[in-house]
């Protein structure tokens, strides 16, 4: 790999607060998103836990990087941001953001549904996950 930085941006976050990691006009080398305090890298290969950046190293930029030198270095391959699919909000029944990485039990399915309906008492709309969640916005 050469000292040259690959040129990136990262897109909008979809449902679950998954960044697209974007070179050249519209090409995704993969996603980012946080977990537990750890940022994780999703691409072609798989996923792939980072962990905690360096302190004052913003982790956003850290998993970014990552994913850019291993594209640099031929490891994953892109695909057309068109071709990316796009996970939708959930039905008005299901939990909300009930994460596969979640266990699936009573309790964080009362939780979500208890957060939910107090989004809907007072007719907010979450723009990310629900309150309590670990998958925040930006």
């Not at 940022?39 to 956003?60: F, I, Y």
């Not at 998993?63 to 008005?92: D, N, S």
Request: hydrophobic letters at 35%; proline letters at 10%; charged letters at 20%.
């Amino acid at each position: 790999m050469s000292s040259t930085t690959l040129a990136y941006r990262l897109g909008a976050a979809d449902i679950e607060c998954h960044y697209p990691v974007i070179i050249g006009e519209d090409q995704v080398i993969g996603a980012i998103f946080r977990w537990h305090r750890d940022w994780l890298v999703q691409a072609s290969t798989g996923e792939h836990n980072l962990g905690r950046p360096p302190k004052g190293t913003p982790g956003a930029e850290m998993a970014a990087a990552y994913l850019a030198g291993e594209y640099a270095a031929g490891r994953i391959t892109a695909t057309p941001l068109a071709a990316t699919p796009v996970k939708q909000p959930p039905a008005a029944g299901d939990v909300p953001l009930l994460h596969p990485r979640l266990p699936d039990n009573r309790r964080n399915r009362e939780g979500a549904r208890k957060a939910r309906a107090g989004l809907a008492a007072h007719h907010w709309t979450p723009l990310s996950g629900f309150p309590g969640s670990d998958t925040p916005g930006t």
